[in-house]
């Protein structure tokens, strides 16, 4: 759907949250695919603004916090599926999963939270309590600024991160600011990564 390479900048007309000047609190990409992208790479092509600053928070840093100070919430987010949606350009994507996915011996696989692209959430009374209680927590953690590294990208800087473990965010910015994307399949990178006698 999006090709090997993508370019943003502002631009309102766009479906996606990427594609504007404002904040972006920390998140996960693709929470709307069944196989979100495993890396991510983001390119600073044009930096001519205010702000804009790229926002790295470690979701297994969270997800620990969580199982350490309040498990509760922790195994509510480990427990609850979440639906990811992505409606535009003629195409509409849904996945769903907890945002703490986890492997059968209980540790983390997969992080996935968006605010911006959760469909609508349809459960029981105690299960959907326990959902936006532990989505409030998981987002009052990811935007505590103890828990952020903030930099601000010139051009030529890349990003390269595990979209399945680092939530990404950014400031609100006025100006110019284009950036360059793309995704890794986690499977192929791991591929790669094996191949190559580095795991």
């Known amino acids: 759907m999006f090709g090997g390479l993508f ?13 504007t000047p404002k904040e972006l609190r920390p998140h996960t990409d693709g929470t709307y695919s069944h196989d979100a992208p495993g890396v991510q790479l983001l390119l600073c092509v044009d930096y001519a603004a205010e702000g804009g600053e ?6 297994a840093r969270i997800a620990a916090r969580l199982k350490d100070e309040v498990p509760a919430i922790h195994d509510d987010l480990a427990r ?8 535009g350009d003629g195409v509409v994507l849904r996945a769903s999963r907890p945002i703490l996915r986890c492997h059968d011996d209980g540790s983390l696989a997969q992080v996935t939270f968006n605010n911006y692209d959760r469909d609508t959430i349809r459960l029981a009374d105690d299960d959907m309590r326990a959902l936006y209680a532990g989505i409030r927590h998981f987002d009052q953690m990811a935007n505590d600024p103890a828990m ?27 100006g110019r600011r ?22």
Request: net charge negative.
């Open 148 to 174: 952020q590294w903030r930099y601000t990208l010139a051009p030529g800087d890349m990003l390269v991160f595990d979209n399945w473990r680092v939530l990404h965010g950014r400031g609100a910015f006025s």
């Open 178 to 199: 284009k950036m360059a994307g793309s995704y890794i399949n986690r499977e192929d990178f791991e591929s790669c990564v094996r191949g190559c006698g580095l795991a």
């Open 80 to 87: 609850i599926a979440v639906t990811g949606i992505y409606k």
């Open 54 to 59: 790229s926002i790295m928070v470690d979701g």
């Open 7 to 19: 370019e943003f900048e502002a631009n309102e007309d766009m479906a996606d949250s990427a594609y």
